[in-house]
């Protein structure tokens, strides 16, 4: 499995950016991706995820209301689109893979899709920086 992110860049206070991943590698469409962040001295922290079999999303507070998560499954892609970007959304964004019934097993464990513990693929990340 290969994932690989793109569109990041500098933008200004209150700015946008879309964001894409580009999975390839999965044998079928029951996956799913998340997009994590990461600001420097700061821990991963989960921002949105998408299941690619049946269109269930999911945000995190923190962010809900700017971004949002949606896929186009005939490119295996899916794409964050950030609006009103503030400088604390400053970060290195990744997307994160696994497949569904893999992650069910490790969601009754870890308890959120949030967490990075769901996923076993990761991209390189993409760094997105809002300037004040």
């Known amino acids: 499995v290969q994932l690989v992110e793109s569109g990041g860049g500098l933008v200004q206070d209150g700015g946008s950016l879309r964001l894409s991943c580009a999975a390839s590698g999965f044998t079928s469409d029951d996956y799913v991706i998340g997009w994590f962040r990461q600001a420097p001295g700061k821990e991963r922290e989960g921002v949105s995820y998408?299941?690619?079999?049946?269109?269930?999303?999911d945000t995190a507070d923190t962010v809900k209301g700017r971004f949002t998560i949606s896929s186009d499954n005939s490119e295996n892609r899916v794409y964050l689109r950030m609006l009103g970007l503030k400088p604390e959304d400053t970060a290195v964004y990744y997307c994160?893979?696994?497949?569904?019934?893999?992650?069910?097993?490790?969601?009754?464990?870890?308890?959120?899709?949030?967490?990075?513990?769901?996923?076993?693929?990761w991209g390189q990340g993409t760094q997105v920086t809002v300037s004040s």
């Open positions: 998408i299941s690619m079999s049946d269109g269930r999303t």
């Open positions: 994160a893979a696994d497949s569904r019934p893999k992650a069910l097993i490790r969601l009754y464990h870890v308890g959120s899709w949030f967490s990075p513990a769901l996923y076993d693929f």
